[in-house]
């Protein structure tokens, strides 16, 4: 029988983000997918949010962010997802502190048991001052 990956239902980069104690809900602060900086190579802290939908039983969520060649990793995250209803959304948040290299367009990749099921678009910008 073939596995049923789940279904992605967003899968965002954000600069913060608030879970509410209560509901559970998350707050996604200024969703991005640029990094501007004066200088390279350039650290700036992220936050990626996911919610996956009709999953089964526990899978392996991965995230990796590389050049848009997908020949440089720039950063990869792991996180294990467990789903308790397919009916029921699994979300999660997790921090990525990625160094861009240079200014350029980059790629972040959602896998789930190594089958890629989303990718978001990134650009590392380099911004001049002045006065």
Same mark, same amino acid.
């Given at each position: ?78 996180? $294990? *997802?467990?789903?308790?209803?397919? #009916?029921?959304?699994?979300? @999660? !948040?997790?921090?990525? %502190? ?12 959602? $896998? *789930?048991?190594?089958?890629?099921? #989303?990718?978001?678009?990134? @650009? !590392?910008?380099?911004? %001049?001052?002045?006065?």
């Amino acid at each position: 029988m073939p596995v049923q990956l789940p279904v992605v239902r967003a899968f965002l980069v954000c600069r913060d983000i608030v879970r509410d104690a209560r509901s559970g809900m998350y707050s996604l602060i200024h969703i991005c997918d640029t990094a501007f900086s004066g200088m390279f190579p350039c650290g700036r802290e992220y936050f990626v949010y996911v919610s996956l939908i009709d999953g089964r039983g526990v899978c392996i969520v991965d995230l990796k962010l590389t050049d848009i060649d997908g020949t440089n990793v720039i950063w990869c995250g792991r996180v $294990s *997802v467990k789903f308790a209803d397919p #009916a029921l959304p699994a979300e @999660f !948040a997790i921090p990525a %502190t990625p160094a861009w290299p240079c200014p350029g367009k980059y790629m972040l990749e959602l $896998s *789930v048991d190594g089958n890629p099921l #989303a990718y978001y678009r990134m @650009f !590392a910008v380099q911004v %001049t001052q002045t006065v």
